[in-house]
């Protein structure tokens, strides 16, 4: 079982990019987000699951290990399949997956490519007691428009949700009054907070 790669991302495209580990090339299918950051030539560590086919050989990877086990876990599902499960890990963030589970929500499901009505009640009951509930909201002392505006810039970015959340309350605890109802400011403070921390993980 391939369970982590680390190496050089050698080509991205959509959803899926290859990874160059002692000379050899993998392919493997990633959450768009994933993809869209990716960069030739910059080291990439992801969390992987194969998949075994009479036919094929699948990887899916993720940044975070959390999001791997809420993949597996989907993939218990009945009528999920690797690609779904990926979608739903593309659309939503696994907090987003434990609330809905824990509310007993199928429509965000229902919005994932491929999962019709059916499927999406069949995830809800099934993931009970099988995810950890989401985090509680970290607080901040920027006005809420300003960090969900920041937080979602930073994830677009390529960093988690959860981590953007963090990074936002900390630059906005440190920040001036006039920094915090400003999305530039709070943005540029916070990248500021995250670049050497990426860089590091990179490297």
């Keep these: 079982m391939i369970s982590s790669l680390r190496g050089t991302v050698l080509h991205a495209a959509a959803d899926s990019v290859v990874v160059e580990v002692g000379g050899v090339g993998f392919s493997v299918a990633v959450p768009p987000d994933v993809a869209r950051t990716a960069r030739p030539g910059e080291t990439l560590a ?40 990926l979608g739903v890990l593309s659309g939503l963030t696994v907090d987003q997956i434990a609330a809905a589970v824990a509310e007993e929500d199928d429509a965000p499901f229902r919005k994932v490519s491929g ?44 960093w ?11 630059a906005a605890e440190a920040a001036s009054d006039a920094d915090r109802a400003s999305v530039q400011a709070l943005l540029r403070l916070t990248l500021a907070l995250l670049g050497p921390a990426k860089q590091a993980a990179r490297g």
């Design 115 to 158: 999962i019709g009505p059916k499927t999406a009640k069949l995830i809800v009951l099934q993931l009970q007691g099988k995810l950890a509930p989401p985090a509680p909201a970290v607080a901040t002392k920027a006005a809420p428009d300003v960090a969900a505006s920041v937080v979602q810039a930073v994830a677009g970015l390529g």
């Design 160 to 170: 988690p949700e959860r981590v953007a959340g963090e990074a936002v309350a900390q």
């Design 46 to 85: 992801l969390h992987t699951n194969l998949i075994v086919r009479e036919d094929a050989l699948s990887l899916f990877g993720f940044l975070e290990r959390e999001e791997l086990e809420v993949f597996i876990v989907l993939l218990g599902v009945s009528g999920v399949g690797p690609k779904s499960a």
